[in-house]
């Protein structure tokens, strides 16, 4: 899922840079909530993590 983020960022970098507003926006705010989604299963994943030890 890292990669994901990480190619949606560069899309919208290098969008940015030529000039495509619409394009750069879309594709930083698609990686902007995978990167929420990301987070989400990490805490959820840690969670899991720690009651399995207890």
Same mark, same amino acid.
């Given at each position: 899922?890292?990669?994901?983020?990480? %190619?949606?960022?560069v /899309?919208a970098? +290098?969008?940015? !840079?030529l000039?495509?507003?619409?394009?750069?926006?879309?594709a930083a705010? %698609?990686?902007?909530? /995978?990167?929420? +989604?990301?987070? !989400?299963?990490?805490?959820?994943?840690?969670?899991?993590?720690l009651?399995?030890?207890?």
């Amino acid at each position: 899922m890292l990669r994901w983020i990480v %190619i949606f960022l560069v /899309i919208a970098l +290098i969008a940015a !840079v030529l000039g495509f507003g619409g394009v750069a926006a879309g594709a930083a705010s %698609i990686a902007q909530v /995978i990167f929420y +989604i990301f987070l !989400v299963l990490l805490v959820i994943s840690l969670v899991m993590h720690l009651v399995k030890k207890v």
